[in-house]
Nanobody, 115 residues
Framework: QVQLVESGGGLVQAGGSLRLSCAASGIIFSIKTMAWYRQAPGEQREVIARITSGYTRMYADSVKGRFTISRDNAKNTVFLQMNSLKPEDTAVYYC?????????WGQGTQVTVSS
């Protein structure tokens, strides 16, 4: 079955950096589009970055220029490098992929940015 396992969240001061990782199994990783979403308290889950199998990247305006999504197909892992973090980046971050018309999610990792 498809499994996504995130890691790398934590508490950081504003202006700091974190790198999230998401290890995938149960899919042919190299052909899949992978995405990162986040959900802040009381807010809807929103997509913030996506990378296709051809390495085309998409970013939400709120993170453009600060976050970078990348992938390592040899390790079945997608990364999210987050720089210049702001308190409004505080949220639970989720890894996502779509397989056979079904969305799959990791368990989420908490990112907290203090001012």
């Amino acid at each position: 079955q498809v499994q996504l396992v995130e890691s790398g969240g934590g508490l950081v001061q504003a202006g700091g950096s974190l790198r999230l990782s998401c290890a995938a199994s149960g899919i042919i990783f190299s052909i899949k589009t992978m995405a990162w979403y986040r959900q802040a308290p009381g807010e809807q889950r929103e997509v913030i970055a996506r990378i296709t199998s051809g390495y085309t990247r998409m970013y939400a305006d709120s993170v453009k220029g600060r976050f970078t999504i990348s992938r390592d197909n040899a390790k079945n892992t997608v990364f999210l490098q987050m720089n210049s973090l702001k308190p409004e980046d505080t949220a639970v971050y989720y890894c996502n992929t779509r397989y056979q018309d079904t969305d799959y999610w990791g368990q989420g990792t908490q990112v907290t940015v203090s001012s």
